[in-house]
Nanobody, 115 residues
């Protein structure tokens, strides 16, 4: 089983930055992939970025060049650096772990970008 706790959301002006954190209850290297998703009001949840246990990263086209996913194995934490934020980035951001034990979600953290 994997427990995930997100933090770092908040209110920021357009053009600003935030760093989200996803702390896992076990070694992140034992998890096949950790991803960030987001869900805006009235919209479906969408994949934002993924980092695999081997370190491969992937991004949604809408965030490429602006968001960066990274990790710190000593803290069992995955980060999502959000730069040049736009109002359309406003959403609840969720951390997801895809592992041998199953698929797990965090509780989400709200990101609000004002224009």
């Amino acid at each position: 089983q994997v427990q995930l706790v997100e933090s770092g959301g908040g209110l920021v002006q357009a053009g600003g930055s935030l760093r989200l954190s996803c702390a896992a209850s076990r070694s992140i290297f034992s998890i096949n992939a950790i991803s960030w998703y987001r869900q805006a009001p009235g919209k479906q949840r969408e994949l934002v970025a993924t980092i695999t246990s081997g370190g491969t990263t992937n991004y949604a086209d809408s965030v490429k060049g602006r968001f960066t996913i990274s990790r710190d194995g000593t803290k069992n934490t995955v980060y999502l650096q959000l730069n040049t934020l736009k109002p359309e980035d406003t959403a609840v951001y969720y951390c997801n772990a895809l592992s041998l034990w199953g698929n797990y979600w965090g509780q989400g953290t709200q990101v609000t970008v004002s224009s």
